[in-house]
């Protein structure tokens, strides 16, 4: 639970105060920071070395982790637990980005899917077994795109030195006079 979510409704307390004093028996106004500070403090996810307890509203619901199959990861990264009759359970809080807090905290029952495997090979690395799709047997043919490149950029220089430029055009007399008269 974040300290900031007991802080949002404060302000909320804070700003229903006018309305709640505006006439008789607004007062009860009141009742609805309170209910959402009990809906903040109430809902969690607690995991432990035996298994996950799992508080709502009005509820809570332990599972030991043999009961425990896998988890389902949901829309919006949420998270859930799978029983091992394929019932779900919605973990308050969890989000995909808990998942190796999670696993670390299941003391190895449930595994973490952003661990990488150091000893395994690298999966960037290229195929050794695979030819080179870059090399060539011929050593002159991967010389000649060199050789055209440079021959097309001697190119594209003699033809930008050989342009001419023109001058840009000079305004018509008119012009000139009139504003020779105003300076």
């Known amino acids: 639970m974040p300290p900031?979510?007991?802080?949002?409704?404060?302000?909320?307390?804070?700003?229903?105060?006018p309305a709640a004093f505006g006439a008789p028996g607004l007062q009860l106004l009141y009742l609805i920071p309170l209910a959402?500070?009990?809906?903040?403090?109430?809902?969690?996810?607690?995991?432990?070395?035996?298994?996950?307890q799992v508080r709502e509203l009005f509820s809570s619901t332990r599972v030991d982790w043999p009961q425990v199959r896998g988890l389902r990861l949901g829309r919006n990264s949420s998270v859930h637990l799978v029983h091992e009759n394929d019932a779900?359970?919605?973990l308050p809080?969890?989000?995909?980005r808990d998942l190796p807090l999670l696993a670390a905290l299941s003391g190895g029952?449930?595994?973490?899917?952003?661990?990488?495997?150091?000893t395994g090979p690298?999966?960037?690395?290229?195929?050794?077994?695979?030819?080179d799709p870059t090399a060539d047997s011929d050593p002159e043919e991967s010389s000649a795109p060199a050789i055209r490149e440079e021959q097309l950029?001697?190119?594209?220089?003699?033809?930008?030195?050989?342009?001419?430029?023109?001058?840009?055009p000079e305004p018509p007399a008119a012009a000139q006079d009139a504003t020779a008269k105003n300076a």
């Open 88 to 90: 779900e359970l919605a």
């Open 93 to 96: 809080l969890m989000r995909t």
């Open 36 to 52: 959402i500070l009990w809906w903040v403090l109430r809902r969690r996810t607690m995991v432990d070395s035996t298994g996950i």
């Open 109 to 118: 029952r449930l595994p973490d899917p952003t661990a990488a495997d150091l």
């Open 153 to 168: 950029e001697a190119e594209q220089v003699t033809a930008a030195a050989g342009e001419e430029t023109t001058p840009a």
């Open 4 to 17: 900031i979510s007991v802080l949002a409704v404060v302000a909320l307390a804070v700003c229903v105060t």
């Open 122 to 131: 690298d999966p960037t690395a290229p195929d050794p077994t695979s030819p």
